[in-house]
């Protein structure tokens, strides 16, 4: 796990909800404070749709929504004259980069161990902080996974010019 404040919030924000930057990955929760607080479950609602558009891996590849389509809801609850009091997004990189970046680095662990790796971002009303995670599904002992997910994350924020501080 890993703990990074952002250095330069109105460049991550920008990136973060306007910017593509995000697009890999999935919401599961999102909670935002301002005049009032919202509060939004990423699970997609497959009974919402028929049985052919849940078979259909073009309507229903996730089981929870992709950042791409969520973002501008959410830049809409959060824009304005006041910055937010407070949200916290926890994101999921979508399950066809998790092996990718594995088989990258040579992980022993299978991808099919993993059910996630995690980018929870916080806002506080004056700094981000963003926080990495590895849930799996079943316990294992080999932390390599964390360390390369850690690896990945903080080059991908470089090379897109997000400044950081590893807290």
């Known amino acids: 796990m890993l703990a990074l404040q952002i250095t330069n919030t109105k460049n991550f ?3 973060l909800l306007t910017g593509d930057c995000f697009d890999t990955f999935l919401l ?3 909670a935002v404070s301002t005049a009032h607080t919202y509060t939004i479950d990423g699970h997609v609602n497959k009974d919402f749709y028929t049985s052919e558009e849940r ?4 309507v229903c ?4 929504a992709p ?3 969520m973002k501008g809801l959410l830049f809409q609850l959060i824009k304005g004259k ?6 916290k997004f926890v994101l999921h990189l979508k399950p066809e ?9 040579t992980c022993g662990i299978p991808s099919e161990q993993i059910k996630a790796l995690v980018l929870t971002i916080k806002y506080d009303g004056s700094h981000a902080l963003l926080t990495t995670g590895t849930a799996y ?5 080999n932390k390599e996974p964390d360390i390369i997910w850690d690896k990945a994350l903080t080059g991908y924020l470089s090379k897109k010019n997000i400044t950081y501080e590893n807290l």
């Open 67 to 69: 950042w791409q389509e």
């Open 97 to 105: 980069l998790v092996g990718k970046i594995l088989a990258a680095n």
């Open 82 to 87: 006041r910055t937010p009091l407070y949200f």
């Open 61 to 64: 590849p996730y089981d929870f």
């Open 13 to 15: 924000m920008a990136q």
């Open 55 to 58: 078979d259909n891996p073009q």
């Open 137 to 141: 599904h079943t316990f294992v002992m």
């Open 28 to 30: 599961e929760e999102a």
